[in-house]
């Protein structure tokens, strides 16, 4: 079994920062990519970011130059790092890995879900 426990999510100013980790807990034998996903109320989720285990990354348009993920490939966690914070960046923040079990098991893995608010 494997879980992913997110934390850092909060309120915050816009023009503000925060600043997201995951980390999976359990038995596993390698994460191949990891992401960050958002859901803002009465839309459906949206990728925000990726991560290759080589380190290789991907944004959506709207975050572009405002946040960075970056993950430690030793202790499976993932961060996302928010800067420049706007009211539209407003949704619940999860994580999700690519967990591989065994040569031949493999699944996605999401985490619970963090709130992000960003309001003056």
């Known amino acids: 079994q494997v879980q992913l426990v997110e934390s850092g999510g909060g309120l915050v100013q816009p023009g503000g920062s925060l600043r997201l980790s995951c980390a999976a807990s359990g038995s596993i034998l390698r994460v191949n990519g990891m992401g960050w996903y958002r859901q803002a109320p009465g839309k459906q989720r949206e990728v925000v970011a990726t991560i290759t285990p080589g380190g290789s990354t991907n944004y959506v348009d709207s975050v572009k130059g405002r946040f960075t993920i970056s993950r430690d490939n030793a202790k499976n966690t993932v961060v996302l790092q928010m800067n420049d914070l706007k009211p539209e960046d407003t949704a619940v923040y999860f994580c999700?890995?690519?967990?591989?079990?065994?040569?031949?098991?493999?699944?996605?893995?999401w985490g619970q879900g963090t709130q992000v608010t960003v309001s003056s």
């Open positions: 999700n890995f690519e967990v591989v079990f065994s040569a031949w098991r493999r699944s996605d893995v």
